[in-house]
């Protein structure tokens, strides 16, 4: 197999069943939930990025994929009381899922959803979404994100090593990115980095990356980074250790000073 073939899916690819997964607790964040809108065990993405733990993105997204908002909030209702009766006290509710959520046509609905059940439920659970930032410029997107408590976009790189590590297959554009994120009251960037295929820490990579950042007049609430802890989509694609890590944390820590850094250390 060539390196930058896809694996097949295995089990260990993350993807979900239904509407609403968990709860997990971690030590980060306590006990948390996911919320997925897209049919289940379906990755409906417009990236490939290398690193995914969702497995590699094999289709375009297809009608069926989307699921209705009538399903979604019985789903999330049945849900959401389930783990009330448990006594399970969720602190975050994260939308994520079976790939990018901002690609259902519905976003703005789902995400009111979303928020009038967790002010039922859980009025103390912070909501969370992760986008790869590239609909945020669509017509009503950027309001509904701004009405969840956290918005965190990817930005694994700039220029080549972007296509290299997150292989956008359609719908990006750096100007509409940009213009996303003007339109976001306060927004968290993150970034993955890999070594393997798609590795994007070399020096210039991430000079270019903060260079990038600062060319725009970003200003992110925080930038955080994180390396690979699960089941890759590519072969071949590795964590970096934490002395590598401390290397990119130190270089992002220097150019960009007055943005708070969080680092999600790997484990050793
Ligand atoms: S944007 Fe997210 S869901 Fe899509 S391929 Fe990348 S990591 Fe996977």
């Not at 996911?34 to 590699?56: E, H, R, S």
């Not at 912070?126 to 509904?144: F, S």
């Not at 964590?239 to 220097?254: G, T």
């Amino acid at each position: 197999m060539a390196l930058q073939d896809p694996l097949p899916k295995k089990p260990g690819h993350d993807l979900v069943d239904g509407c609403v997964y968990g709860p997990v607790r971690s030590r980060r964040l306590g006990w948390s939930l996911g919320i997925n809108w897209f049919a289940p065990m379906t990755k409906v993405c417009n990236f490939d990025c290398v690193y995914c733990q969702l497995g590699p993105t094999d289709r375009l997204p297809r009608r069926e994929d989307f699921v209705g908002l009538d399903v979604f909030s019985q789903e999330v209702e049945a849900a959401f009381a389930r783990v009330v009766a448990a006594g399970v006290p969720i602190d975050v509710i994260t939308i994520s899922g079976n790939g990018e959520p901002t690609l259902h046509p519905r976003t703005p609905d789902l995400i009111d959803c979303v928020l009038a059940a967790r002010d039922r439920y859980f009025p103390r659970a912070r909501t969370w979404v992760l986008t790869n930032g590239t609909r945020i410029h669509v017509d009503g997107v950027a309001e509904a994100l701004n009405r969840l408590d956290e918005r965190a976009v990817k930005l694994d790189g700039v220029g080549p090593w972007l296509i290299d590590v997150d292989k956008p297959l359609f719908g990006f554009r750096w100007e509409a990115l940009v213009e996303g994120l003007r339109k976001l009251r306060d927004y968290h960037l993150q970034v993955m980095v890999v070594r393997g295929p798609g590795e994007n820490v070399a020096p210039a990579a991430l000079v270019e990356w903060v260079g990038w950042v600062r060319r725009h007049a970003l200003r992110p609430k925080s930038v955080q980074v994180y390396t690979v802890d699960r089941f890759p989509a590519y072969e071949g694609v590795r964590p970096l250790s934490r002395s590598e890590m401390a290397q990119v944390a130190d270089c992002l820590a220097w150019h960009l000073p007055d943005v708070p850094l969080e680092v999600v250390w790997p484990e050793e």
